[in-house]
């Protein structure tokens, strides 16, 4: 159940994630720490935080792909274990890091493996899950690569086939690990607006590892920050990305201001980052 209406008419929202007590390690070696996190829906959640702070394990965590050593993981009011394989992926899609492309596979193939979840054993594509991958190639802009082999793009081509991928996918909920990493500025904003435009227009909800501050006030609705394994702020981007936190998180002194020609906050620093 996404949202119920209590007894005194006040509409209340299930999160997405619940995330309560999360711990994780490595060997001996911690990278979550008794975190607690809140994803609401419906909304274009950036997850940001110094090299090394959990952000990857955090999503890894969260799409099962790891068990925690403790703490408790609830998507869309479930335990997180309790779902199928299958049916998660119906649900919940995640982008990785790294493309992971090492098979000559085409362009449209490998897209089309989004589907995956949703086609049947030995059963052709159907009309929707073409149309699905038409539209992803189209948005992404690799049509005109289409029939080539992964093996043979570059890093940022091979970063908007996995991207298109996850559109094709048609979760209702999707985590992106640094999704514009290899990406020049113009594939970028498009792949951002992308996303912006699914939550916007289709109520998606999105979680996205982003390392560019400015990219993240642009496009972001709510900011998780982390450092050492731990949520240290969350909330509203205009309230959560000010210059006190990124100082606490980053070490460096920043400055967020209005920009009229960006129509949004942007993040300056100073040169030697101001601590030195």
Known sequence: MSSAASNWGWAVVEPVFAIRGLSFAYGPQPVLRGLDLTIIPGRFHGL???????KTTLLDVMTGLLRPSAGSVRFQGRPLAAWRAGELARSLSLTPQEPGLGFPYTVRETVLMGRHAFIPRFSAPAPRDEALVEAA????????????PVTELSGGEKQRVILARALAQDAP???LDEPTNNLDVRHALAALGELERLVRAEGRTVVAVLHD?????AFCDQLILMDQGRVVAQGPTPEALCAA???????????????????????????NGGLA
């Open 48 to 54: 940001v935080g110094p090299n090394g702070c959990g």
């Open 137 to 148: 190639l189209t948005r992404l802009d690799l049509l005109g690569l289409a029939h080539q």
């Open 173 to 175: 909920v999707m985590l």
């Open 213 to 217: 501050l400015n990219l993240a006030a």
């Open 245 to 271: 936190n990124l100082e606490s998180v980053f070490g460096v002194r920043a400055a967020v201001r209005w920009d009229e020609f960006a129509q949004g906050r942007v993040v300056v620093f100073q040169k």
